[in-house]
């Protein structure tokens, strides 16, 4: 007779897969081990000091707005459109871990970023936001991450809270995903580093490192949420971070100068949706950048400003 021996629950496999794919494609199940979790919290490296010119510029009651020409690999073809990148700072609740509506010395300085992008796939439109919510003080990771994709056949959204461990909540339209509650070990995320640049590009983590990709990358290719083996590099105006497993590498170009903006990205990727491997290249290119109290610019007459970032 054979021995059979259970496995402890600790080890039991976990379905994380997160995908967003079109109305005809079937919905793909990917397993990952549960990973294990230590609850110890570490103790915060000191802070990085902020300069003048940072307080002058990101504390002045406006956000950077910066608009980008998009060629987005979708289904194994290139479709034009525009991204947006939108930086401000903003108080953040350490518990609640949304925007504060008052202050309060607990409360946690953060350079948000909202990234968006819109392209069409054929007769129907894709909309994408990212929100990274990553402390100034330079000195742990983002505190939250959010992610939601919306097209015609549906749409999905990805939460990552930074607590004692990252806790990921995931809902989907999808038979097969619904809705998925689950935590990783803290590590880099991808989502945090274009924020950390901002801050200080010499900052960013180099060399081989471990890294949770992009919560719109890992939708987008049909990944497991988890994290990747990377190789990072950062050259003068250049940071670049390649995940060998996923035949996956993005490049940021930056202004090496203060404020450090960011002057357009590439992402390479190999296409697995036909019969053939091809490799595609998505491309932003940068369009114009604003500083702007945008969320007092909400009438009519205020539409101008689109033209201004070449978005009409």
């Not at 742990?140 to 749409?155: F, L, R, T, V």
């Amino acid at each position: 007779m054979k021995r059979i021996t259970l496995l402890k629950p600790h080890y039991a496999i976990a379905i994380l897969l997160i995908i967003i794919t079109s109305c005809k494609e079937h919905t793909i199940t990917a397993t990952a081990p549960e990973t294990h979790i230590t609850s110890k919290t570490d103790e915060l490296p000191p802070k990085t000091p902020l300069s003048s010119d940072f307080k002058e510029y990101w504390y002045n009651g406006e956000a950077e707005i910066t608009s980008y020409k998009l060629e987005q690999a979708r289904y194994g073809e290139i479709r034009k459109g525009t991204a947006v990148l939108v930086f401000v700072t903003e108080d953040f609740l350490p518990e609640q871990q949304v925007k504060a509506d008052n202050y309060s010395k607990n409360n946690i300085p953060v350079l948000k970023l909202n990234a968006t992008k819109h392209f069409n796939t054929g007769i129907y439109p894709y909309s994408i936001m990212q929100s990274t919510f990553y402390p100034v003080a330079n000195n742990q990771h983002a505190i939250k991450i959010s992610a939601s994709i919306q097209e015609w056949c549906g749409h999905v959204y990805t939460q990552l809270n930074n607590r004692e461990v990252f806790k990921i909540q995931s809902h989907s339209y999808f038979q097969g995903e619904a809705d998925q509650n689950f935590n990783l070990e803290k590590t880099w995320t991808e989502n945090e580093l274009w924020t950390k640049l901002r801050i200080d590009p010499k900052s960013l983590p180099v060399g081989q490192i471990s890294v949770i990709p992009s919560l719109e990358s890992t939708r987008l290719h049909h990944n497991v949420l988890q994290p990747q083996e990377a190789i990072a590099t950062l050259k003068a105006d250049r940071y670049t971070i390649s995940f060998p497993e996923l035949n996956r590498t993005l490049t940021i170009q930056f202004n090496p100068k203060f404020p450090f903006n960011i002057e357009g990205w590439e992402e390479t990727t190999v296409n697995t949706t036909s019969s053939k491997s091809e490799t595609l290249t998505t491309k932003a290119t940068k369009l114009e950048t604003l500083k702007s109290d945008y969320w007092n610019k909400k009438t009519n007459a205020d539409e101008k400003l689109r033209d201004t970032l070449k978005l009409q």
